[in-house]
């Protein structure tokens, strides 16, 4: 059967020492979390089924040192990785292909440049190619465009729009349209973050997960908000996500890859231990 | 000395630095001389079929020919679908033939919101055949997939099959040419076994 996946997130960054990971809290408080590789190896022995490393500098210096931490990783690290940050171009993907990562993450460049998708799966195949929506629930509904409605949390209605530049720039777009404009561009697969939660550790953002699940037929990783082995259960059977990425709650040790894993084992979702 | 054939697509660094894990010694290359010196031959693979086997291109003879002298050939994901004789990915193309099947598409049913494609994730296999490919992997040992499409064999070829939308080959094997739909290089310790396994057949 297949089994749901657990990715636990590592965002990197350039730091004096060379690279280290931080996860952020709403992307702007940033608070240190160990070295890259390391921690790797560390949720691969935990039954980590995939790893998803983002690189939140995107400068050149942070891409060179991602390159670096790609193929130290991928030498002793024998399971799916994928890489995301600030990837715009077909020789950023081939460059951190050709470091041993398996997919690639593209974000911003796919909103400024949707064709760039269709181009990148054609190159390289769909199944390396992840498009990443950041979005965040907006209850006003005037102005042209499409606006899927969606019924959030607190039983308020609005549309999930489509932020990009790390969720500091709103862009007018409906994350459910764009999710199936992706899709028939050559997506393989899509990262859903709602900024509502990220960071926050109050669970997924289970209305637009399940919404944009059932609206695509590719898989959904739901991102931002995990706190909990719950959380992480919620977003399989509410939200029907099929992988669920966290960072926080490994990074510090609170729930290991494993107990989350037997968590949902117990409960009857379908995990690999 | 094993041999990863590059015919220019994928993360040929990963199937090369799981095979050293596993013990061999690898050169990633796509001439025929390296190719008839070689152990073993892997055959990677992500992308299209068509691509694929056009890139493949005259190395094609010399892996059928190497393949049918007895040289040990292991096709992973792509690479095991085009050991088979035809694929219907994005029309209708020949493969290597080396094991007779077809390569066809997953037919999502009903609402195909409950079977994405690609079927991507971590799967279990059933072994159905004793092979040298398998051993010291347990029935129901988990494997990472990525595919669209997928290999119809004769059951006669088929050693493991995995379940997701239909009954499809995991692994398809003769004496001494093996195909892995999943991705031992990306299956943590089990699929180092399966890579374990070829390296030592390697070394008969």
């Known amino acids: 059967m297949l089994t749901k996946r657990i990715i636990p997130c590592l965002d990197v960054t350039y730091g004096e020492s060379g690279a280290c990971v931080v996860k952020g809290i709403h ?6 979390a160990g070295d ?15 790893l998803v490393f983002l690189d939140i500098t995107a400068s050149h210096e942070g891409r060179e040192t991602m390159v670096d931490v790609i193929e130290r990783t991928a030498d002793e ?7 995301g940050g600030g990837i715009d171009s077909l020789s950023d993907i081939q460059k951190i292909l050709r470091a041993g990562a398996d997919k690639v993450s593209i974000n911003t460049a796919a909103v400024k440049h949707k064709e760039f998708v269709r181009e990148a799966s054609r190159v390289f195949g769909s199944q390396c190619i992840v498009v990443a929506i950041d979005c965040r629930s907006n209850t006003n509904f005037s102005g042209s465009g499409v606006k899927n409605e969606v019924i959030r949390e607190d039983g308020k209605k609005v549309w999930y729009e489509v932020v990009i530049y ?14 199936q404009e992706v899709e028939r561009l050559g ?21 637009i997960t399940r919404e944009m699940s059932e609206f695509v037929g590719i898989p959904i990783i739901a991102s931002g908000g995990a706190g909990s082995p719950h ?15 966290a960072a926080s709650i490994f990074h510090y040790g609170e729930y290991t890859i494993r107990e989350v894993k037997e968590y949902l084992m117990e409960r009857g979702i379908p995990v690999r231990l | 000395m094993l041999v990863v054939v590059d015919y220019g697509l994928g993360n040929l660094r990963s199937v090369k630095k799981a095979l050293e894990k596993a013990g061999a010694e690898v050169v990633i290359s796509s001439e025929p001389s390296m190719l008839e010196m070689a152990d073993g031959i892997v055959l990677p693979g992500v992308g299209a079929f068509r691509d694929g086997m056009e890139n493949l291109s005259e190395l094609s003879e010399c892996i059928k020919r190497e393949a049918e002298h007895g040289k040990p050939l292991l096709g992973i994901c792509l690479g095991m679908q085009m050991l088979l004789t035809e694929s219907e990915e994005g029309g209708v193309y020949e493969g290597l033939d080396i094991i007779p099947g077809k390569v066809v598409r997953f037919e999502s049913k009903g609402n195909n919101r409950d ?5 991507m994730g971590w799967n279990s296999i059933k072994i159905k055949e004793n092979h040298w490919i398998l ?13 669209s499409y997928y290999a119809r064999v004769a059951s006669s070829y088929e050693v493991a099959s995995c379940t997701y939308i239909t009954d499809f080959s995991a692994v398809i094997a003769t004496k001494n040419v093996v195909g892995t739909q999943f991705h031992p290089e990306k299956s943590g310790d089990t699929g180092l076994r399966i890579l374990h396994n070829f390296v030592r057949e390697c070394r008969r």
């Open chain 1, 166 to 179: 790390g969720g500091r720039k709103p862009t007018g777009i409906d994350a459910l349209w764009w999710a």
């Open chain 1, 231 to 245: 959380h992480i259960y919620e977003a399989f059977t509410k939200g029907k996500a099929d992988a669920a990425l």
């Open chain 1, 77 to 83: 690290v024998f399971i799916p990785l994928t890489v």
């Open chain 2, 135 to 147: 051993d010291g992997v347990e029935d129901n040992s988990y494997f990472y997939f990525v595919h």
């Open chain 1, 36 to 50: 890259p590789v390391e921690l790797a190896k560390r949720y691969n022995e935990e039954g980590a089924d995939e």
């Open chain 2, 115 to 119: 079977n994405k494609i690609p079927h």
């Open chain 1, 187 to 207: 997506a393989g697969e899509i990262l859903l973050t709602s900024m509502d939660r990220d960071g926050t550790c109050d669970g997924y953002d289970i209305p």
């Open chain 1, 27 to 32: 992307f702007v408080k940033l608070r240190e």
